[in-house]
């Protein structure tokens, strides 16, 4: 039997990067996925290449920065599939600019998805865990939100928010038998990441003691593990997967 066989996990930002490999992975570990992402086509593409089919597999189009679209989506959620036994907050904007140029709607931007949704999302569907007494949930933060980075303002601010968030859910929900933990990981070889170009990305790496940086399918199988059995006296911790970039 597989660690999440008979599992229905709701994971966001599935579309790409990181949210595909955890959309396998949590495949792979024998759950059911609902998929939510804002890219329509690019999550339907990835709900297809999983192979998988599609009771296993349901990508669903949703903006997590509408609020009233994010709780319409968690509605449909629970009419077709009933409550979700795992939530995966993984879905985020990035921002990369010198404090002095950030906008208040970029400001905005980055905490209505990163943390915003991330709130209101994780009550929702807590909710229908606390009333079944058991559930996970899983944040995917980030070192910007443990280490000052210049140009990281917005996303640092908002990732150190994440994990306090995380803390306080677990606090709150762990007698009601719902387990909540935070991912920092420092780089992960995904295309945006890859993007900064062959030079720079040399320099970064140059600085994480192992010598690289993360594969997506290695975060994504320390998400699993919270997900699952095993993991059930583990709360309101902080997972770094760094490479070493930063030991505390
Ligand atoms: N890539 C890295 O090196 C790295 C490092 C540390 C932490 N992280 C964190 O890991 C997670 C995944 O990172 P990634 O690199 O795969 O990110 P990414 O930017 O490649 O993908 C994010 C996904 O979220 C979706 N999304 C964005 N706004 C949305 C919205 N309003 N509603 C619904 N979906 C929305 C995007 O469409 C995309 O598919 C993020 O939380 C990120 O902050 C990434």
Redesign the pocket.
Same mark, same amino acid.
């Given at each position: 039997m597989a660690e999440l066989d008979g599992r229905t996990a709701l994971i966001?930002?599935? %579309?790409?990067?990181?949210?595909?490999a955890l959309v396998r992975a949590f495949l792979d570990a024998g759950a059911r996925v609902v998929a939510? +992402?804002? +890219?329509e086509e690019?999550?339907r593409a990835m709900a297809r290449e999983t192979g998988a089919d599609g009771d296993r597999v349901v990508p669903m189009t949703? @903006?997590? =920065? @509408?609020l009233d679209a994010l709780a319409e989506c968690y509605a449909e959620v629970r009419e077709r599939h009933g409550a979700v036994d795992v939530l995966v907050?993984?879905?985020?904007? !990035?921002l990369t600019k010198p404090l002095w140029d950030i906008t208040p709607g970029e400001w905005d931007q980055v905490f209505?998805?990163?943390l915003r %949704?991330a709130f209101f999302l994780t009550r929702e569907v807590t909710g229908d865990m606390r009333a079944r007494g058991s559930g996970r949930v899983v944040n995917?933060?980030? $070192? !910007?939100g443990q280490a000052p980075r210049p140009t990281g303002a917005a996303?640092g601010a908002a990732?150190a928010g994440l994990i306090a968030l995380g803390r306080v859910f677990a606090a709150e929900l762990g007698p009601h038998g719902i387990t909540v933990n935070t991912i =920092?990981? =420092?780089?992960?070889?995904?295309?945006?990441?890859r993007s900064v170009g062959d030079e720079v990305l040399a320099a970064l790496t140059a600085q994480v003691p192992v010598g690289r $940086?993360?594969t997506?399918e290695e975060?994504a199988r320390l998400a699993v593990y919270l997900a699952g059995p095993h993991a059930g006296f583990i709360t309101g911790a902080t997972y770094d997967i760094n490479g070493g970039a930063l030991m505390r």
């Amino acid at each position: 039997m597989a660690e999440l066989d008979g599992r229905t996990a709701l994971i966001t930002g599935s %579309a790409r990067g990181l949210g595909r490999a955890l959309v396998r992975a949590f495949l792979d570990a024998g759950a059911r996925v609902v998929a939510w +992402d804002v +890219d329509e086509e690019a999550n339907r593409a990835m709900a297809r290449e999983t192979g998988a089919d599609g009771d296993r597999v349901v990508p669903m189009t949703c @903006d997590l =920065a @509408d609020l009233d679209a994010l709780a319409e989506c968690y509605a449909e959620v629970r009419e077709r599939h009933g409550a979700v036994d795992v939530l995966v907050n993984n879905a985020a904007r !990035a921002l990369t600019k010198p404090l002095w140029d950030i906008t208040p709607g970029e400001w905005d931007q980055v905490f209505d998805v990163n943390l915003r %949704a991330a709130f209101f999302l994780t009550r929702e569907v807590t909710g229908d865990m606390r009333a079944r007494g058991s559930g996970r949930v899983v944040n995917l933060a980030s $070192i !910007a939100g443990q280490a000052p980075r210049p140009t990281g303002a917005a996303y640092g601010a908002a990732k150190a928010g994440l994990i306090a968030l995380g803390r306080v859910f677990a606090a709150e929900l762990g007698p009601h038998g719902i387990t909540v933990n935070t991912i =920092a990981p =420092a780089m992960i070889d995904t295309p945006m990441v890859r993007s900064v170009g062959d030079e720079v990305l040399a320099a970064l790496t140059a600085q994480v003691p192992v010598g690289r $940086i993360a594969t997506p399918e290695e975060v994504a199988r320390l998400a699993v593990y919270l997900a699952g059995p095993h993991a059930g006296f583990i709360t309101g911790a902080t997972y770094d997967i760094n490479g070493g970039a930063l030991m505390r």
